[in-house]
């Protein structure tokens, strides 16, 4: 079955560096999404892609967030300047978009600011 | 008041035995809905989509009562490896962002 990939599987940071955090979404899907989950929380909405655009992003999702895809395949978020609340647990996911298809996560990245 | 709201549990429940949890969600823009399972701190994986008909999937009984704004979940003959925290999860449309609540944590023990 196919499935959504992301890489690393855990980054350690200093704060205030760059952060690039990488995902391979399911080859025929058309939407992309980044979550997080701070330990303990629920899971949270951070973007959504589709078209080569972001067509949603939450209030959490401020300048220091971007995302891109720079080929077919590829998914990637980076955090600019990364903060100590930046920690986190960080899903991609991805779904072809059609009526009650449901999204498909990647296993994360834990990502921790020191 | 949140958009969708769980029992964070735990749901202590012997092995054999049957389990029900409800969801409530506050935004009637909600139009579908589903059920994720999450093992601590793992991604979450869909358990099964949500109809207003109620739909199973073996041991599994989802039910989404529009009316009363509510989703329930149903565990039949519950099994250890069905120890994990069942997420309930709606979204507005399709290729829209999923909105989570917080969890509803089940324990089954021998």
């Known amino acids: 079955e196919p499935e959504v990939t992301q890489t690393p599987s855990h980054q350690v940071t200093q704060m205030g560096q760059e952060v690039i955090l990488r995902c391979v979404p399911i080859?025929?899907?058309?939407?992309f999404y980044w979550y997080r989950q701070i330990l303990g929380q629920k899971v949270e909405f951070l973007v959504s892609?589709?078209?080569?655009?972001?067509?949603?992003k939450s209030e959490i999702f401020d300048d220091q967030f971007s995302v891109e895809r720079p080929d077919g395949s590829n998914f990637t978020l980076k955090i600019r300047s990364t903060k100590l609340e930046d920690s986190a647990m960080y899903f991609c996911?991805?779904?072809?978009?059609?009526?009650?298809?449901?999204?498909?996560f990647g296993d994360g990245t834990r990502l921790s600011i020191l | 008041r949140k958009e969708v709201e769980q029992d964070p549990g735990p749901f202590n429940v012997p092995e054999g035995a049957t389990v029900a949890f409800n969801c409530t969600y506050s935004?009637?823009?909600?139009?579908?809905f589903f059920w994720y399972r999450q093992d601590c701190r793992k991604e979450p994986k869909l358990l099964m989509s949500?109809?207003?008909s109620g739909n199973e999937d073996g041991r599994f009984t989802a039910q989404l009562n529009r009316a009363s704004q509510y989703i329930s979940l149903l565990i039949r003959d519950s099994k250890l490896s069905d120890s994990a925290t069942y997420l309930c999860?709606?979204?507005?449309?399709?290729?829209?962002?999923?909105?989570f609540g917080g969890g509803t944590r089940v324990l089954v023990k021998p």
């Open positions: 996911a991805s779904t072809q978009g059609g009526a009650g298809q449901p999204q498909h």
């Open positions: 080859s025929n899907h058309l939407y």
């Open positions: 892609f589709y078209n080569n655009e972001i067509s949603e």
């Open positions: 935004n009637s823009a909600s139009q579908s």
């Open positions: 949500v109809y207003s």
């Open positions: 999860v709606g979204t507005k449309a399709a290729g829209n962002k999923l909105t």
